[in-house]
């Protein structure tokens, strides 16, 4: 049992998230390495000193250049806005320190290639918790193992309604390409059509701003998007993303077919997969819900009844894991930054897509 | 109680859904004019005369001109294959008789021109059943009332798997545009689109066959194909079309948002409606299901009692009680031959588009 | 093709509702006997006048002996009210005519029994008509077939809300026995779990008026009850039966549990079956939603196109059916008076429980 | 921030549970007093110290009472098998150590009076962890609130099928009142009940074992049993648990219907609450679908995003916060060992019943 210092910078949603992650994860997965929460950095000191005591680490800073260079700080988790991770990122690979950054990679897609350049050689790794289920895994498992055949056919959604009341005001959220749709939600749905299907080639996109006027300032990104996309394998899909879906609350959703059946998932109720194969009786052929449970990846280690059901946070707990065994065994874990970089090349083509009105080839990233 | 003699061309599928309706309609909806099933025609005498029996019609032809022409025929329903539609409406016409035409309207974009203009100052119809459920018909009238507010977003699907299989043999239906995925199954869920959106002013889509050789002949017409468009009242959507989707029986299901709710709604669980509307607290928002009932349009005739359910046969008899009532008022009634050649334009759109890869405008039929 | 005279006595709820089946079921199952709405009876002549020109009967009566005298009324459905039920299936059984009546039996126990006696050599049948949805028709040979082994637990209920508003006024239904919850509403349930699972062997049950104080008027009957019971086969079961479930239009639902599987069905979702069999590996185990189609009992005459759906008004044409079969062979078909007394011995046994608060032994019919 | 010395005594199932709980609680909630993971206890030495390792525990024994006695142990977490509850409750007590006793109780109806009683004027806490989800939370609320009513029916069960194969080895779970299925999987729903309902004067049960004949011996205790009450608020109730309902993985679910609405509850889809309220027009009435998130409780210290879900781990989680909370304050927090004492004369009234096949009385606690 060896002990690794943690530095997170942030200390909101995400940084809450990852400081209860690396604070259980060892106790859940019995990992090699365990966690110390060294230090925790926010944008203020009050706020850092809050932190610290709240989530229980040992020192807090205003600077995440303190966090990063602290010598008992050896793992940092980026967990602050976009428009920070490129030079948090960079400063960290300098000192030859494993990465964990959250989604999207960078706030751009040059940021998002100069970080995955500079991660070549170190240990990096992106926030993308959603695909992380017990079921979505298990869901790539089914597929790669040829349980609906080949697939022809995707569907894929990230949809919440966090901005669909026209009266919410106009917040940091609404401006800055990076926290619209297609920047801010969009990348946990391309990166799970990507794990899910493989490499999308082409696509033809629509993206606009629906309540551009809103209590307190102008919107200046976007708040839904569609794309219609084709696949390395040939499969046909179609997304959209969305923060104005009322209704939806965390709509990661998808929906597969293949030759040989198919397979349904909502994260609204993530501890089900739907599985429809065709080898069966006609008369009794069906979707069936298949409850996650200890048969399923991951799902063991937080309970030993099928059923019983894991959560969100869950999801960052495995994340943790997965970080730390990329640092322990010096072997990169899925999903690395060039991993981030392919969501960010299908961002990019979508935009581009959007403003041309044509099919946009994606660029190998 | 005015008695009409009525002609059904075809005997098959749905040959015998409408000798159904016609049976019951006056029963059911206690309508004016009271169908009398004056004659069938079938391809062959054989086959007709069985039909005659089976559904208990006066007589049988194996010449749709034969009854077309008959003086006791006052009505005319075409249900036989899409490629005789024209010639029996146009003959229809010309004897001033009435036409209720199973869907697609003609076999081609130039068919279904021809139809229309030939249908000006006659009574016709157009068979798109699936938007008569109750449900639809409610979802219908909370969109126009504004329940909803705004349209911002529609999906929509028809997806079914009956030749999912890519071992079903080739048949008739596996070749000519007209019996394709997009000639065949997408206008129910187009006709759905225009119903409760709007029109489509422009689309972007992707059609395809993916078993191209079948046992017994090669596929000349498209498995599935998708739409991204745009309508008239802004609102952004996509569409997909499937003969191949695995695990679908009945998939007419759509999904809208607007800007003060949302509504769901799925043809395989057709007595349910559901309804989000974002005018509750917080805590108590949700998707709610309606059963449908007394409450709805045209669901008291069937049943007093909420949640009992209709069927598909039910639909059918729906538009029998609407095609007698245009015929009774001589007053048009949705959906006419104008209303199925919006549609055909749309599919004829959706096919340009997919040939040349690019955005184009729909044209107004 | 040989017609039938049909007298209905009812013209309200299920009279019209088997008017509209009489008027259907030869179209939709070819039956050897067609029938011909000869005669109509209701309380007074206007409304029976009424009855007679909305749903196409050649004549109408307000005097039921009439109608049962009458030489051409061959077969007689009784569609009044349960206190009519005895006298006129007598006088029918006396002039050997056929006699569909509708549930309950009778108004009473020993009004049922004699019912019962006097049918005896003579064709009867009485309308369950929830246990004939291909759905349920479907899951009766799952269990037959042993697809879930030998049966350990059934939980049935028949739950409404119809009177759930403690403002809803008194009516006839909230006054006499035969009208309240165990009266009307158990049957269904009770003729289904003794045709899903087998006879009953003893129960205890509790039965309470729960809304005493009506507007205009004091409740005399009850608003629900529960039961617990044991099948001759071992099984142990619970029903509930309610009319003020708030929620709840057609909430005529069971969950059957087996040594090898499960089934559960709703028949607000009629057209779905869920079905789960311990024999699939484990990671893929889960109930399966099976959509029903052609490949289930009575469906492929309503439609060729599975998941497309039947409804309320379809299970009185197969009703329709099964009693012109019997009437033509001559043979009884399930579920005939005796199988309606079965039922009335087990809410008899069910009110003797409640009221002695003791389990009870349910007598054999 | 003050630390309190932690000791578990058991290792498997709810030992780690409790040992990762104890690990994040601090950071999850920010609670005034931070566990310290100072010992935990396991029949073996091997075992205990293999547990500190994986969970990262101070030291190991092998002796309950060692740990106990422990000056650094400040509070006791029994997670230990049923027989053990007793004595080392009561040792604790007598040092006055808070304890948290996992469910049930005691071994048998004695143990638990036994335990209760040592239990005043000391800080006890019960492991009814599934009635801890924020969607069961709020279903209390909202009935405390008054938004169904008064409660009419109440429906609950506690089913799962780990032994539904009857060829599933006989284990120490097949032997021992106390870990038979009303033992051990009863009392979770009897005090869902309880919470949700209040108290139950009467009731009738049965209870029975199915497969008595197991691989590798002989089954003593119950595979499942079926409750029929009445509550002191004069609802009527059924209550059915079972270790061998073929699908059920999770299935702690209810419903309860009260005279202006009803909610529905099911912990294999544990963040979503169905809510029916009669106040809406007839047109859209319907159960809606509640996602759970921060406006509801105990959700938004897990995560700001609604929907998102929490899991079985959490529920750990809250139980952590609510024990810490209960030892900082020195007032009890529901539900102590009192409450756990009404559950198991529940318990206990239902075994009675079930021998004298008659209602019985529930003795107050
Ligand atoms: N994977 C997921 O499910 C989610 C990921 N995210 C991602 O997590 C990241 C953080 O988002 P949230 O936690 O929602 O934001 P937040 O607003 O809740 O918290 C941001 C934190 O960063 C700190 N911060 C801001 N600028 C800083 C700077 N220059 N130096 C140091 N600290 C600074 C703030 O003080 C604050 O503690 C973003 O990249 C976002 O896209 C956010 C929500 C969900
Ligand atoms: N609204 C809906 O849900 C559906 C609509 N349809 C439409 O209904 C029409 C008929 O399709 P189905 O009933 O499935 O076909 P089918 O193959 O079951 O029956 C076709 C009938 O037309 C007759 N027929 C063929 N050629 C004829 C001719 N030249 N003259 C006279 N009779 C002729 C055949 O003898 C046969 O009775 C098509 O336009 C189809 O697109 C079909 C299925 C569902
Ligand atoms: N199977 C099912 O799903 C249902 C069965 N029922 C049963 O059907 C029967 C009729 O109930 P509803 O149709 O709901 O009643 P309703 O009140 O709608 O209609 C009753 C009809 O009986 C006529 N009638 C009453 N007394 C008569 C008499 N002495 N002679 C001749 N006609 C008389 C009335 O004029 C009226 O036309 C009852 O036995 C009821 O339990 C009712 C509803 C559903
Ligand atoms: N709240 C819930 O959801 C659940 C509660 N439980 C309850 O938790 C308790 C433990 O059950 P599980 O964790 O499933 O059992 P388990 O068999 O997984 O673990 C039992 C642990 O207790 C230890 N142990 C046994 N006898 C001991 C003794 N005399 N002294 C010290 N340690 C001893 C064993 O070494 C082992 O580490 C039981 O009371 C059970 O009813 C169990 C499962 C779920």
Same mark, same amino acid.
């Given at each position: 049992?060896?002990?690794?210092?943690?530095?997170?910078?942030?200390?909101?949603?995400?940084?809450?998230?990852?400081?209860?992650?690396?604070?259980?994860?060892?106790?859940?997965?019995?990992?090699?390495?365990?966690?110390?929460?060294?230090?925790?950095?926010?944008? !203020?000191?009050?706020? #850092?000193?809050?932190?610290?005591?709240?989530?229980?680490?040992?020192?807090?800073?205003?600077?995440?250049?303190?966090?990063?260079?602290?010598?008992?700080?050896?793992?940092? &988790?980026?967990?602050?806005?976009?428009?920070?991770?490129?030079?948090?990122?960079?400063?960290?690979?300098?000192?030859?320190?494993? &990465?964990?950054?959250?989604?999207?990679?960078?706030?751009?897609? !040059?940021?998002?290639?100069?970080?995955?350049?500079? !991660?070549?050689?170190?240990?990096?790794?992106?926030?993308?918790?959603?695909?992380?289920?017990?079921?979505?895994?298990?869901?790539? $498992?089914?597929? *790669?193992? =040829?349980?609906?055949?080949?697939?022809?056919?995707?569907?894929?959604?990230?949809?919440?309604?966090?901005? /669909?009341?026209?009266? *919410?005001?106009?917040?940091?959220?609404?401006?800055?390409?990076?926290? =619209?749709?297609?920047?801010?939600?969009?990348?946990?749905?391309?990166?799970?059509?990507?794990?899910?299907?493989?490499?999308?080639? *082409?696509?033809?996109?629509?993206?606009?701003?629906?309540?551009?006027?809103?209590?307190?300032?102008?919107?200046?990104?976007?708040? +839904?998007?569609?794309?219609?996309?084709?696949?390395?394998?040939?499969?046909?899909?179609?997304?959209?993303?969305? %923060?104005?879906?009322?209704?939806?609350?965390? =709509?990661? #959703?998808?929906?597969?077919?293949?030759?040989?059946?198919?397979?349904?998932?909502?994260?609204?109720?993530?501890?089900?997969?739907?599985?429809?194969? #065709?080898?069966?009786?006609?008369?009794?052929?069906?979707?069936?819900?298949?409850?996650?449970?200890?048969?399923?990846?991951?799902?063991?280690?937080?309970?030993?009844?099928?059923? +019983? =059901?894991?959560?969100? $946070?869950?999801?960052?707990?495995?994340?943790?894991?997965?970080?730390?065994?990329?640092?322990?065994?010096?072997?990169? &874990?899925?999903?690395?930054?060039?991993?981030?970089?392919?969501?960010?090349?299908?961002?990019? /083509?979508?935009?581009? *897509?959007? %403003?041309?009105?044509?099919?946009?080839?994606?660029?190998?990233?």
């Amino acid at each position: 049992m060896t002990e690794i210092g943690i530095g997170i910078v942030g200390g909101g949603y995400m940084g809450k998230a990852h400081a209860v992650a690396m604070s259980s994860v060892g106790a859940v997965f019995n990992t090699a390495l365990r966690p110390r929460l060294e230090m925790i950095c926010a944008r !203020s000191t009050a706020s #850092a000193q809050w932190y610290r005591h709240a989530y229980g680490f040992a020192r807090a800073t205003d600077d995440w250049r303190v966090l990063v260079a602290d010598p008992k700080v050896e793992a940092i &988790v980026i967990a602050s806005p976009q428009d920070t991770h490129r030079e948090i990122a960079l400063a960290a690979f300098a000192l030859n320190k494993p &990465v964990f950054c959250e989604k999207p990679l960078g706030a751009s897609l !040059s940021d998002s290639q100069i970080m995955t350049k500079a !991660s070549v050689g170190h240990i990096s790794m992106v926030g993308f918790n959603y695909i992380r289920t017990p079921a979505s895994q298990f869901a790539r $498992q089914l597929i *790669s193992q =040829g349980a609906i055949g080949d697939i022809t056919w995707f569907r894929g959604e990230h949809t919440e309604d966090f901005l /669909a009341d026209p009266k *919410s005001p106009a917040t940091w959220r609404t401006s800055g390409e990076a926290n =619209g749709t297609m920047g801010d939600l969009a990348p946990h749905m391309i990166n799970g059509a990507l794990a899910l299907i493989g490499p999308i080639t *082409s696509l033809v996109a629509d993206v606009e701003t629906v309540h551009q006027a809103r209590p307190e300032g102008t919107v200046t990104n976007d708040d +839904h998007g569609q794309v219609m996309c084709r696949f390395a394998n040939g499969a046909m899909g179609q997304m959209y993303f969305s %923060r104005i879906s009322h209704g939806r609350k965390m =709509g990661f #959703a998808y929906e597969i077919t293949g030759t040989k059946g198919a397979i349904k998932f909502d994260q609204e109720d993530q501890n089900a997969l739907w599985l429809y194969t #065709a080898d069966e009786p006609e008369a009794t052929r069906g979707f069936r819900k298949i409850l996650i449970g200890p048969a399923h990846p991951d799902y063991e280690n937080f309970c030993q009844g099928p059923g +019983h =059901g894991t959560g969100y $946070q869950d999801q960052i707990i495995i994340e943790a894991r997965d970080f730390l065994q990329a640092i322990e065994t010096q072997t990169p &874990v899925w999903p690395t930054f060039q991993d981030g970089l392919d969501v960010t090349q299908v961002v990019a /083509a979508a935009l581009a *897509s959007s %403003r041309t009105k044509a099919w946009v080839d994606v660029q190998p990233a």
